[in-house]
């Protein structure tokens, strides 16, 4: 067990990062003995020169630093997770650079290491948000956790649709946990605390800074079995979090998309190239995964029930697409009148099958 006090203190010295840390305790075995060596014991530790020695000696402002931080945790209801931690999750020790802790809300769970990442654009096409949300709803009732950043588009479809199918969820963010971003999932965040987790490897205060979220897309990938692209352009932030899996040696899978849409060409260039292999349902991921996860998919698993629909609603399922398609299409293709169309979108909306978008638009789910 590592002193959380201690710890903090160290992070807060200039020019010393998660590797340097590990490195020095490893050495010193006590993050105490590391902030009392003198330079010269500092210096003998690989990556240490005399300039970060020095700091690491002459550090003052640490232990105001510490008390802030945990004051501020204290007010959110959070702890700490450090890399020594039994609790800190296996999958995230093996990455080239694990943090050395992490700001926590809710607890991790042994069976958070069968866990797959979604991440998307955040402006996602009625596709792309049809897709992931049946994805998570569908590993979700696997038993998969699922993993994601908590930003505005993908991230808060699948967080949402977990919680929804009873599932366990993972967040990841790029800032401070006091500090929710975007500020309307504040209520989002504040519901996967209490069913999940919501993680931040960022001190208490830090804003959402763009540097930020390519250190955190690697914990979203380091905390997962695979990663699931959904939509992205080329240049997105989810396709940094595939190159970071890749790198980490872990599964890429990715949605095709249509060839003219702009935010299906991250996902089509990394089939195109090899990179991640093609998704159409669920069992694409699972056949990939299956040796890694033949603890929690039992052959013997009961298949979920299916759906009950009426006639007509089975009807208006027949017509429906991915794509939105408007009310008065639908009950011409049903021969129904508007009024028993709605009636039945909206008990099918119910059911989970099919989704109501702006415009009296309807997608099936």
Partial sequence: MVNVHDLLQLTSVPGIGPQKIR??????LDPAEVLRAPPRELIKIPGIDKKLASNIA????????????????????????????????????????????LYVLGEFTPNDRYSI?????????????????????????????????????????????????????????????????????????????????????????????APNFPRRNRIISGL?????????????????????????????FAIPGNITEKRSAGPNTLIREGRAKLVQDVEDIVEELRPQLRHILRKDREPEPPVEVSIFERSIMEVLRSEPTHIDAIAELTK????????????????GLVRQLPGKMFVKL
């Fill in 117 to 209: 990442a979604i991440v998307g654009t955040r402006h996602p096409t009625p596709y792309g948000q049809s897709v992931s949300e049946t994805l998570a709803r569908e590993l979700a009732r696997l038993g998969l956790a699922i993993v994601s950043g908590l930003a505005r588009g993908i991230d808060t479809i699948v967080h949402s649709a977990t919680l929804k199918s009873s599932g366990r969820t993972i967040a990841v963010i790029g800032s401070g946990l006091d500090v929710p971003y975007p500020p309307e999932n504040r209520k989002l965040l504040e519901r996967i605390a209490e069913e999940g987790v919501v993680a931040s490897e960022f001190p208490m205060g830090a804003k959402p800074d």
């Fill in 336 to 351: 129904l009148s508007t009024s028993d169309t709605l009636v039945n979108l909206l008990s099918l909306e119910f059911k």
């Fill in 224 to 252: 997962s079995l695979g990663t699931v692209v959904v939509e992205s352009a080329e240049d997105g932030g989810a396709m940094i979090t595939a190159t970071t899996a890749l790198d980490q040696d872990r599964e890429v």
């Fill in 58 to 101: 002459h550090h003052m402002d640490g232990e105001s630093f510490a008390n802030d931080q945990l004051k501020r945790l204290n007010k959110v209801s959070g702890r700490i997770v450090t890399f020594w931690d039994k609790e800190f999750p296996e999958l995230l020790k093996r990455i080239y650079d694990p943090p050395v802790l």
């Fill in 23 to 28: 490195a020095l305790i490893s050495h010193f």
